[in-house]
T-cell receptor, first 113, second 113 residues
Framework: SAVISQKPSRDICQRGTSLTIQCQVDSQVTMMFWYRQQPGQSLTLIATANQGSEATYESGFVIDKFPISRPNLTFSTLTVSNMSPEDSSIYLC??????????FGPGTRLTVL | GENVEQHPSTLSVQEGDSAVIKCTYSDSASNYFPWYKQELGKGPQLIIDIRSNVGEKKDQRIAVTLNKTAKHFSLHITETQPEDSAVYFCAASINFGNEKLTFGTGTRLTIIP
């Protein structure tokens, strides 16, 4: 399975500010996804990070709020913009491994005050 | 879109006994059903998955069964141990791991020593 790291692991931010989360994989992968896990809840897909093109967003998520970059096959960033307390969540990236299975990173725990 | 329901939301089991978690899905096109274990402060870890062309898969103490007709699948953990305590999520996808995963609501499993 791929080894996935995320930075930062956690952060506390003030409302109105933005935070960029990084996801690094130890091997080239075709598919990368970003999920949100609100406190005590399940995981919801934010978007598919496409290499070399704009991300594909799920219903309820927009590029202005969650801009995503995917400059190569091992790296992606998710920015949470103009944050409010409702954005407090765990943000997780996932990648598809060689056996068509999805593996998740350790997550970024965001608290917005 | 796909909807995945998961039951029970909490489950307490005596150490050494078996635990069963059940999920139902709505989209008959779904063909891939992974199970993830999430420990506190960590990202989800894939523990077992099953594809629609098989009815059962086993890996040591963990097994998953799939009933395509009834659109439900179950996770079975035998000889439970304290380290099995975690939150378990089922998920479904229409293109193995290459597409979005739709997650169930999670089951908090507690193993009582």
């Amino acid at each position: 399975s791929a080894v996935i790291s995320q930075k930062p692991s956690r952060d506390i931010c003030q409302r109105g500010t933005s935070l960029t989360i990084q996801c690094q994989v130890d091997s080239q992968v075709t598919m990368m996804f970003w999920y949100r896990q609100q406190p005590g809840q399940s995981l919801t897909l934010i978007a598919t990070a496409n290499q070399g093109s704009e991300a594909t967003y799920e219903s309820g998520f927009v590029i202005d709020k969650f801009p995503i970059s995917r400059p190569n096959l091992t790296f992606s960033t998710l920015t949470v913009s103009n944050m409010s307390p409702e954005d407090s969540s765990i943000y997780l990236c996932s990648v598809v491994g060689s056996s068509d299975t999805q593996y998740f990173g350790p997550g970024t725990r965001l608290t917005v005050l | 879109g796909e909807n995945v329901e998961q039951h029970p939301s909490t489950l307490s089991v005596q150490e050494g006994d078996s635990a069963v978690i059940k999920c139902t899905y709505s989209d008959s096109a779904s063909n891939y059903f992974p199970w993830y274990k999430q420990e506190l402060g960590k990202g989800p870890q894939l523990i077992i998955d099953i594809r629609s062309n098989v009815g059962e898969k086993k890996d040591q103490r963990i097994a998953v069964t799939l009933n395509k007709t009834a659109k439900h699948f179950s996770l079975h953990i035998t000889e439970t141990q304290p380290e099995d305590s975690a939150v378990y999520f089922c998920a479904a996808s229409i293109n193995f791991g290459n597409e979005k995963l739709t997650f169930g609501t999670g089951t908090r499993l507690t193993i009582i020593p």
